[in-house]
């Protein structure tokens, strides 16, 4: 069973499409880096992932779910760290935590353990009490993601989770979402920094809505690099 399929889904904001006839499968424990230039589409795929919109055209369906149809069965497979931040400033990392394992459905000693488990993941256990308005911008990320993990999802969605970060953070987050990869979780990583595609990662290449490639980093790259082939392409299609 697939963890993640996309299929003929397509989107518009009036008369421009943001999304046309967008299809794409993702197996169990797969790390998939979706690749593309602001406008591409990513964050609209990701809304439509998360139910914050909604269309008629084309269908999700999530740990075998079908979005239209079982939205929370589909939604309960599925974590997220979105583009914006989106954390309780005025709370410390564990109530921040706290707060929406109980949005899971989770609480009492379940909750307090699983929010330790993803504190000691993530190397948080010394700001578990700090504010989360004192912590840097790669702590609050790494809050985000541990917040993401508290319900252990099938499938991760992480939008543009290191801009704004310096390199350090963005190292340790990426290999992060690897190593949860490589543990069983199906991660997909949307982005439009190069460097942060690894050359087995498959890669989905997204520009205007169409998908123009979908390959290994490392495929892509051959005879040239992933940057020059990433610029052909969404040059090829401007």
């Known amino acids: ?22 299809s794409f499968t993702l197996d169990p424990g797969s790390f998939t880096a979706l690749l593309g230039p ?7 795929l990701f809304s439509l992932l998360t139910r914050l919109f909604t269309t008629p055209q084309g269908r999700i369906t ?24 989106t954390l309780d400033l005025n709370l410390t990392t564990r109530r921040n935590l706290l707060y929406y394992a109980a949005l899971h459905g989770l609480s009492g000693t379940t909750a307090r353990d ?16 700090t504010p989360a308005r004192s912590l840097s911008g790669g702590q ?15 499938v991760l969605l992480l939008d543009e989770p290191t801009v704004g970060l310096d390199a350090a ?6 290999d992060h979402a690897h190593q949860l990869a490589r543990d069983g979780t199906t991660v997909l990583w949307a982005t439009h920094l190069t460097d942060e595609v690894s050359p087995t990662d498959r890669c989905l290449i997204l520009h205007r809505g169409h998908l123009l490639a979908d390959a290994t980093a490392a495929a ?16 090829a299609s401007a």
């Open 169 to 174: 953070s963005r190292r340790a987050i990426t």
């Open 1 to 22: 069973m697939m963890s993640l399929a996309v299929e003929n889904l397509s989107f518009a904001y009036g008369p421009r499409k943001a999304l046309d006839g967008l």
């Open 220 to 235: 892509l790259a051959e005879g040239t690099t992933l940057t020059d082939r990433f610029l052909a392409l969404i040059g």
């Open 140 to 154: 609050r990320r790494r809050v985000e993601l541990a917040r993401a993990l508290i319900h252990r999802p099938q």
């Open 62 to 85: 999530i740990a075998g779910q079908d979005l239209a149809r079982a939205p929370l069965k589909a939604l309960a497979a599925l974590g997220v760290v979105f583009q914006q931040p």
């Open 38 to 44: 602001n406008g591409a589409g990513k964050s609209t």
């Open 114 to 129: 699983r929010a330790e488990e993803v504190l000691a993941t993530l190397s948080l256990e010394d700001r578990a009490d």
